[in-house]
């Protein structure tokens, strides 16, 4: 039987290294051994013997890296190939190497006065991956690499950051002697997803989205429309919302069905791979699979990791060729190279028979190369018409609103805690730029010149001065903020120098429930999960769920929904669209009102629906998880209302759209103010999340049911803000005129909402956007609300620190060795 037809039902791997799977179709064992090299002599070819391979859902002894590994050696022989003469492989590299430099030499370096978009100048490039930079080295290699390898399949694994996905799929487009479409089959997180959407669809390509399952399906999320300004789009590209639904996240794409697809047939010459997020069984998959696999571009190799192990194996790899890395300038022969490893270290290989092809004449080639249309042609090319944002950068923020909250004191030396690697992380030229305006205290205010605070005498109290946006934020904040208790201290500590437990319970909602039953809350072990996908993907209700005696769960998405049900058969799963006309059928599966968790993750009128179980149904759970739109930060109090267009299908794309959900402030009113006792308190802030617990539930758990300062909340946490850059949100929260900015982002968000729901829904699609519950005309002068002021909250959680000359000014609990008395320091 073929290994494909195979439904595997059981799965064992016996003591001689043998693993055994059986199907319900067949009446029949199917024995598999975990050396390839013993199967290679019974003529399996490698395409079928990974297909047999992983049908079997990954059995077989390379369920782990350490197996992966083991198993790859097995296939050593398989693997290799016949190697190409040295002055070929050198000729190649130093191909490479001045192609890389003769691209788009028009376009200025980085601090360097631009000269305009890339088309201008004849620059082949696209424009949306040189908008903010001219692109690295490894960026330009790789696109020349793409362009000149005839290739007509390729493969990204994670790689959309730094604008390699595109510059691949850009490259493969760009041969002048191209006459079909290339295809580019990318996986990435979730999100990234819609970014790369936005950026294959500017450089004219067809673009497929689509949900594997843990099951070999997948479903099709978004096609973008034929017809644009080509009549064949050079590239068709195949993304793969690689965590969306498949238990334990990315690691498990091997299931799926598209892993197989993309190797079949000619499959996969190009293989580029971000090697932070790419796990060993993924390069397992596409090493063994993709048989005209020629060409791999490892980005960001870091020691002890899968990525290291595999270019070292390739290196050692007969016929496999190392043509450029990150520690020199050409290439070499066959060994591993001496890029070194870590963030930014990359190496480029090549198969012996990719290396022997002729290259083309480099100048005549690049002046046939068609350059990147600019202005209305590349918006002309966009599906529907529909202009592509600018990508100067993510058009969201993962990270700190308040930059002052990246800077940490350890050991007397001044750092960043930030991850640049994260998704809608800013660069460190982004932070060193938004720090130097939020966190640096003017010159003349340098204590003792080179201001070396550790090193002060002991003397009279010496006064610092505070960031220039203290006494604006602080003003809106006594006159807006919901409430007033601290944010900083306790089980709400965002540090984890003071033993902060808060970031673990978003992770993890058991970890709150073990605190519930010690502060003697009554737990009956019942949630409610709304917007559930497969309840694995980044879902704090896992471990709570795995444990719980049932629950109740509501997911749209057949395939998640059906895969929600197979990891959680306890569970009540309804796989229905979540309408006004099917919350009573919902709010009748809940057995009792007074549960342990409510989690809403809708991205449509998520408040509405948590005030209509409240009010309408009375339901009081112990805590409600919301997924709350950070993008308004407060006091701007944001919310979609019901309507029936979000009701249907529409195209929401998340992180790139901002008009959804509800924001902090307007779900801290609503739970804190407006609903009828028993009310709601903020516990914390977390990414895109905010976790409210009932006030009694408060008492005893933190001692006091008074509500925290969500203003501070906001600043001192790591957030997920969509559909916004981070400039823009800081202007929005440290800014002075909120009149102007209530106008700016009515505009955008009606302007977002004909995007979303269409052209006659997006005008008649009604939201609330106020300052405090008011509108504009109950404002104050100037759009502000005048209120004492009053720094000692505030001004008591900033601190000075030196370094190098500099007074920079960040949060206390980050800089340790310091004894702060509000505004002044000993």
Known sequence: SSAQALEVVGIWVTTNGFAMAFSKHAKEFTWVWAGLVWLATCNVHRGDLFDARFAAGGA??????????????NARETLQSAAAAPQDVQFYAAWLDACSRKVCACIPEEGEESLGESGECGCPLPNLAIASRKPSHFGLLLWCAAAASRADQAAALFSHADDLALLLAHGLSASPARGTSAVLWSWEEPLRVSSAIRELQGIGADVKVMTPSSGGGRAVRFESP???????PRVRAHIMDAAAALPGGHGDLLQAAAVRESCSGRGVEFLLLDAMQTSM????????????????????????????WMVSFLGSLRGWHLLADSGSSGGGGGGSGGGGVGRGVWQLFARGDAVREPTPQLDKWLAAVPAEPSGAARDAAVAGGRVVR??????????FVNPCRYLEMNSGRLGLNHFPEYPGSESYEELEEAMSHFCTVPSSALLRGRCLVSSLEPGPELQWWMPWWLSDLDGRRLAHRI?????YSGLRSPSRKTGATSAEVFSDFSILANLFIQAKVNVMGFFVNLGAADGI???PLIEFTKRSPGGVAVELDPVRCEAYRKNFPRVDVLCMRLTMESLPLIAAAVPSGGYDVLKVDLDSYD??????????????????ILEVNLAFPPPFEFAMEHDPAWDSPHNLELPGHMAHGCSLSYAARMLTRRLEAPRYVLFQVSKTDALFLREDVAARLLGSSVAPDEFECYQSNLIEAHGVVPTRLRRWFFGQDVRSTLAEMRNLVREELGEILGDEAGVRARFQLTVGGRADEELGAGGEDQAPMDFKSTAATMAPVCEDGRLYVGFVDAMEGFEWRGTKKK
């Open 60 to 73: 077989g002894g390379c369920s782990t890296n350490h197996d992966c590994q083991d198993y790859l050696e």
């Open 226 to 232: 034929t017809g644009q300004s080509h009549k064949r």
């Open 281 to 308: 069984l993924e390069i397992a998959a596409v090493l063994l699979g993709c048989i005209s696999l020629r060409w791999i571009a490892v980005h960001n190799i870091k020691a002890g990791t899968p990525s290291s």
């Open 390 to 399: 600018s990508l100067e950068r993510e058009t969201y923020l993962s990270g």
């Open 483 to 487: 409430g007033s208790a601290d944010c």
């Open 537 to 539: 993907w980044s879902d």
């Open 607 to 624: 408040c509405f629906v948590i005030w209509e179980l409240l009010n309408r149904f009375g339901h009081r759970p112990n805590s409600i």
